[in-house]
C-alpha cells in the first residue's frame, strides 16, 4: 500500500524516513510537489466509487447550523474545520489534490440536515462531511450516510449508545464527560443530591437518563430530587428556577443548549442562584457559548469538557494562535470547535494511510490513528470510532475565561455502550 510524500503537519499522522526521503526524490524531479504526489496516486485508483475528486481537487462538505438557535454554539465548528482544510490545503492538500467545501446550512431543524446531507451525498458526491452538533441533527442524518455509504466527522460530546461505521465521533461519549463529571463532583463537592435539567430533545434526555441511573444505582452517589426539560431556543427559566430553590439541590447539573444558554445563565444570577452559592455542573457552555452567557452570568460554575482555550500546552497555543491569526483577536475557542479541527486532520490521515478517498478504504484505514499534537493532547482513533481522550472540569471566570481544575490522569477509553446504563 502505497502512502503519501508530502512533509506531514504537526497533526498529521508521520511517514517513515525512508518513505519520505523516497517522496522528497520523486517531487524534486517533478519541480511540482502537488502534481507529483497526484501522479503517484491517479484518480481511477484513489476514486473507485465516483465520489467528487479529480486530479487537482477533492470535494467535502460541511453540514451545520449558521442560522437558528443552535448557530452560538456551531459557527466555531464551522471555523475551526475551515482552519484545518485551509493549512491542508497550505501543506498541499491530500494526495495532491486541495479540498473544496460546500457549506450547507442545516439552519437548527433536524429535518433541513437529513435534505442537506442527502443533497451533499448524491447530488454532489461529496468524499467525507464534517459537521452536525445536536445528536438529533446527527440522528436525523444518519439513516442517509447509511444509505448512501458517506462519511461524516461528527465533532460534539455526546451521550454515547451509538456506533456507526459511517460517522467519525471527535466528541466526549457518556464515560469520557457525564460519568467523569458526576463522579468528581461527588468526591470533590461531596455533592449528594442533584437536580437534572437539559434542553427538550434526544442528548439532554438521554444524558440525564445516564446521569438518573449512574448517581442512584450504578454509581450510588445519591439521590435525583428534581428533573426538568425545555424546548430548544426555550428563553423562560423562572418556572424551573423556583423549583430548584424548593428543591436546594447539592448540584445543578445542566444540559441546556445554543441560545437558552443565555436566558438560563442570566436568569439564575437574577435570582441570586450563583457560582458562590451553589455548585452547578454543565456538560454544555463552553468558550463558544460564553460570548453569549457572560462570564459574569457563569463566574463559578463549572463544565465538564475533554478541552479548553485555556489548556496550558505548545500544542494548543498554536492552535489558539493560528485560529486567531485567521478570526480575529477576540475569537474564542470551545471544546466542540477544537474536536471540529480534529475532523479534517483525523480523515487526512486516514486517506493517506490507505491512499485512497474510497468510503470503505479510508474507514479501513482509521483504527489506530494518533493525532500527537492535537490541542487538547494526544488522541488515539478506537476501533469503535470515538476517540480516546482525556476529560477535565474548569471553572468559569468573570472574563468569560475558564481555569481547569480536574483532569483525569490519563486517556479514558471511549465506551459507547456502557454497561448498566442502556
Known amino acids: 500500500m502505497k502512502k503519501p510524500s508530502a512533509p506531514s503537519h504537526p497533526l498529521a499522522t508521520g511517514l517513515q524516513r525512508r518513505q519520505v526521503l523516497q517522496a522528497m526524490g520523486a517531487l524534486s524531479v517533478a519541480g511540482v510537489p502537488g502534481l507529483a504526489l497526484a501522479q503517484q496516486f491517479p484518480t481511477a485508483k484513489v476514486n473507485t466509487t465516483k465520489l467528487a475528486v479529480t486530479d487537482t481537487e477533492v470535494i467535502v462538505g460541511q453540514l451545520h447550523s449558521s442560522s437558528g438557535t443552535m448557530a452560538i454554539s456551531e459557527t466555531g465548528s464551522i471555523q475551526a474545520e475551515q482552519l484545518a482544510i485551509d493549512q491542508i490545503n497550505a501543506m498541499g492538500g491530500i494526495l495532491g489534490r486541495k479540498i473544496k467545501v460546500i457549506k450547507e446550512d442545516g439552519a437548527s431543524d433536524w429535518p433541513t440536515f437529513a435534505e442537506k446531507s442527502k443533497k451533499l451525498l448524491v447530488n454532489d458526491h461529496v468524499a467525507a462531511v464534517f459537521g452536525c452538533w445536536t445528536s438529533a441533527s446527527r440522528k436525523a442524518v444518519l439513516p442517509v450516510f ?4 458517506g462519511l461524516l466527522y461528527y465533532p460534539t460530546f455526546y451521550e454515547g449508545l451509538e456506533q456507526s461505521k459511517n460517522v467519525i465521533y471527535t466528541g466526549q461519549e457518556a464515560t469520557q464527560q457525564i460519568i467523569y463529571g458526576l463522579d468528581w463532583g461527588s468526591k470533590e463537592k461531596k455533592a449528594k443530591t442533584f437536580f437534572l435539567v ?11 437518563k445516564i446521569a438518573r441511573k449512574h448517581i442512584e444505582s450504578v454509581g450510588k452517589l445519591g439521590k435525583v430530587v428534581g428533573e426538568e426539560y425545555y424546548p430548544l431556543g426555550n428563553t423562560n427559566f423562572n ?6 430553590k424548593v428543591a436546594k439541590p447539592d448540584c445543578i447539573f445542566a444540559a441546556v ?3 437558552s444558554n443565555v436566558a438560563f445563565y442570566k436568569q439564575l444570577k437574577a435570582a441570586g442562584i450563583t457560582g458562590d452559592k451553589q ?9 463558544d457559548e460564553m460570548t453569549g452567557v457572560g462570564g459574569e452570568n457563569f463566574t463559578g460554575f463549572y463544565s465538564s469538557m475533554k478541552y479548553f482555550q485555556s489548556l496550558d500546552n505548545e500544542n494548543n497555543k498554536k492552535f489558539v494562535a493560528a485560529f486567531k491569526a485567521k478570526y480575529g483577536k477576540d475569537a474564542v475557542i470551545g471544546d466542540v470547535t477544537q474536536a471540529g479541527y480534529l475532523g479534517p486532520w483525523l480523515w487526512k490521515a486516514a486517506v493517506e494511510k490507505a491512499g485512497s478517498f474510497d468510503v470503505d478504504k479510508v474507514v479501513a484505514a482509521s483504527p489506530g490513528i494518533e493525532l500527537k499534537t492535537a490541542p487538547e493532547g494526544y488522541v488515539k482513533l478506537h476501533e469503535n470510532h470515538h476517540l480516546w481522550s ?5 471553572i468559569g471566570n468573570k472574563d468569560g475565561t475558564f481555569k481547569v481544575v480536574a483532569e483525569s490522569p490519563k486517556l479514558i477509553e471511549p465506551d459507547p455502550f456502557p454497561k448498566g446504563y442502556q
Do not use: C, H, Q
Not at 418556572?239 to 430548584?244: E, G, M, R, V, W
Open 239 to 244: 418556572s424551573l428556577i423556583n423549583k430548584i
Open 390 to 394: 482525556k476529560s477535565r472540569i474548569a
Open 257 to 259: 443548549v445554543g441560545g
Open 198 to 208: 437539559g434542553s427538550d430533545y434526544i442528548w439532554p434526555r438521554t444524558s440525564m
Open 279 to 287: 455548585f452547578l455542573l454543565t456538560l454544555s457552555v463552553t468558550e
Open 146 to 149: 447509511e444509505k448512501e455509504n
